[in-house]
Nanobody
Framework: QLQLVESGGGLVQPGGSLRLSCVTSGFTLDNYGIGWFRQAPGKEREGVLCISRSGISRNAADSVKGRFTISRDNAKTTVYLQMNSLKPEDTARYYC????????????????????WGQGTQVTVST
């Protein structure tokens, strides 16, 4: 059974850091591009960062460039989202998702290609 399980969320003060993990099982991770998305109350789910199958290409939303990074460890079947300099507007539920992409392609931040989703982990940035 294909699964993605997020962890690492929590409450953090503005300016702080968190690292989210997305542990995958039931499929071969290196056959998929992985994206991180987030959804705040009353807002649509938006793409944050993604990493291609090869791990070479990344795509980041403007709002997180320079603050968030993504990495993948295929041996550990895990994808990480490192979030630094967190702001209150980063508060949301964060989801990881898997898309079956060609090896040489980049990765998109729109939801359509992502076929498999985790349940999410809550990130709250507040004093």
């Amino acid at each position: 059974q294909l699964q993605l399980v997020e962890s690492g969320g929590g409450l953090v003060q503005p300016g702080g850091s968190l690292r989210l993990s997305c542990v995958t099982s039931g499929f071969t991770l290196d056959n998929y591009g992985i994206g991180w998305f987030r959804q705040a109350p009353g807002k649509e789910r938006e793409g944050v960062l993604c990493i291609s199958r090869s791990g070479i290409s990344r795509n980041a939303a403007d709002s997180v460039k320079g603050r968030f990074t993504i990495s993948r460890d295929n041996a550990k079947t895990t994808v990480y989202l490192q979030m630094n300099s967190l702001k209150p507007e980063d508060t949301a539920r964060y989801y990881c998702a898997a898309a079956p992409l060609p090896y040489t392609s980049g990765c998109p931040l729109n939801r359509a290609p992502y076929e498999h989703w985790g349940q999410g982990t809550q990130v709250t940035v507040s004093t």
